[in-house]
């Protein structure tokens, strides 16, 4: 498996140990995911090299993030052994199994948690495969016995298209990954082509009253189920955006099992516990200023996780530190970008990660920052992630901070708590 650490391609390495397979695989660096593979008996090599693959080796499974021209790839190739990508992988082990599959701009990760702790809570043994490591079971995957397969599904590319559903979640439609998408009307139309994947007997929840999802549903021929209707309990994660993905995650739990009490499903979603990344808390800084990790990188995510920091502490000044993913992202988003920065008291900028693009010189963190400030918002670019931590360890204590993005900003935050750990210490 190459890039095994990803979070997607790390869950589908348990899932095909739990099968009984022998898996090893590689990435460029180490990672959370990569420590939790291991843990699990999982070979993991740091690096690309034509050695990981052996005489041995029946199938390549590769990520987005890895080239056709990738020394792994490129040697499969040369010896006849079978490559898939990670959403045809998956797609494939989904194969049989009745798929609750979640799709949307953003919330997928949130929702396909909640969607598999309910399930869980209720007796239902899912499998469950989440783009994050969900506090409650403590990994992105976990392992069923019953015939339900609960999968975040991306849009990306269609990759969502590798599955044929039981119940598609829609959480919302917006314009993201412009590297491959045209505009918005071509992301509806991808939609639109994962709605007419839904087994028959299926269904779809969504927010029927939402220009985007109306366009994608238009010729849907499973029923569409309005999860704005549903009523949810007090949560312990902050927003409104949150409340959304419970109303959406306990309507495709009612739509394929109708018989769970209700009550079980409201005090599993009261327990939630989220997930690594989504409004994580890490600690206090060195001095006391909160510190939370979140993946937002797109402009509605940005600023649906700064309302929900400003709804939960009223009384204190937010900063964040922002990681621009994709250049095409950054570029095609940017007055976006700009606007959602601007809400916090303090936004700090750090240069583009690049990911699977090519530097663009047409876009740049400082061009971002300058532009926030225009809009009347404070922003300031940094030069890499030691001055992010700098600046994160200097924030005073009335003001909770974000490392926020879908790159490794939180290193900065990690290495920032360090400082506060030693400051205790000295």
């Known amino acids: ?72 790839r490129v040697k499969a190739r040369e010896q006849g052994i079978e490559e898939l990508s990670y959403f045809a992988a ?49 990994s992105n995957y976990r392992e069923g016995k019953s015939d339900i397969f609960v999968v975040e599904a991306c849009e990306y590319r269609r990759h969502f298209l590798n599955f044929h559903p039981k119940v598609l979640v829609i959480t919302n439609i917006e314009l993201d990954h412009t590297d491959y998408f045209r505009d918005l009307a071509d992301v509806e139309s991808a939609f639109a082509e994962s709605v007419a994947t839904v087994e028959d007997g299926g269904v ?49 739990v009612r739509a394929l099992v109708p018989g769970i009490v209700e009550e079980v499903l409201d005090q599993s979603l009261e327990s939630f516990h989220g997930t690594w990344r989504r409004f994580e808390y890490k600690g206090q800084l060195p001095h006391d200023a909160m510190l939370y990790d979140d993946y937002a990188h797109q402009p509605t995510a940005i600023r649906r996780t700064i309302l929900a920091a400003k709804e939960k502490f009223p009384d204190k000044r937010i900063a964040v530190v922002f990681h621009p993913h994709l250049y095409s992202r950054t570029r095609d988003l940017f007055d976006d970008f700009a606007a959602s920065l601007a809400l916090v008291d303090e ?72 400082l506060s750990i030693e400051t205790a210490t000295q």
């Open 1 to 72: 498996m190459v890039g095994i650490g990803g979070i997607g391609m790390s869950a589908l390495a348990q899932l095909f140990l739990a099968q009984g397979a022998e898996i090893s695989g590689c990435d460029r660096g180490e990672s959370p995911t990569t420590e939790l593979l291991r843990a699990k008996g999982i070979s993991v090599s740091v690096g690309h090299e034509e050695a990981h693959i052996t005489s041995e080796t029946t199938l390549l499974i590769y990520s987005d993030a890895i080239p056709a021209d990738n020394p792994e």
């Open 204 to 252: 779809v929840i969504a927010d029927p009253t939402s220009a985007s999802v109306i366009a994608a549903i238009a010729k849907a021929t499973a029923p569409v189920v309005d999860y704005v209707q549903e009523s949810v309990p007090t949560l312990k994660l902050p927003g409104e955006f949150n409340r959304e993905n419970a109303r959406a995650a306990k309507a495709a």
């Open 90 to 138: 998956l797609g494939r082990a989904a194969e049989g199994k009745r798929v609750i599959a979640v799709a949307g701009t953003h919330g997928k990760t949130t929702t396909t948690a909640m969607i598999g702790k309910m399930l869980i809570d209720a007796g239902e043994d899912p499998t469950v495969v989440v783009g994050s490591i969900v506090t409650d079971f403590k």
């Open 347 to 418: 936004a700090y900028v750090l240069p583009i990660y690049a990911a699977r693009e090519e530097p663009d010189p047409a876009v740049s963190h400082e061009s971002l920052a300058e532009a926030v400030n225009q809009v009347g918002g404070h922003a300031q670019a940094l030069a890499d992630l030691d001055e992010a931590t700098r600046v994160l360890a200097a924030l005073p204590k009335d003001v909770v901070a974000f490392t926020m993005g879908a790159g490794d900003v939180y290193r900065a935050g990690e290495a920032a708590l360090l």
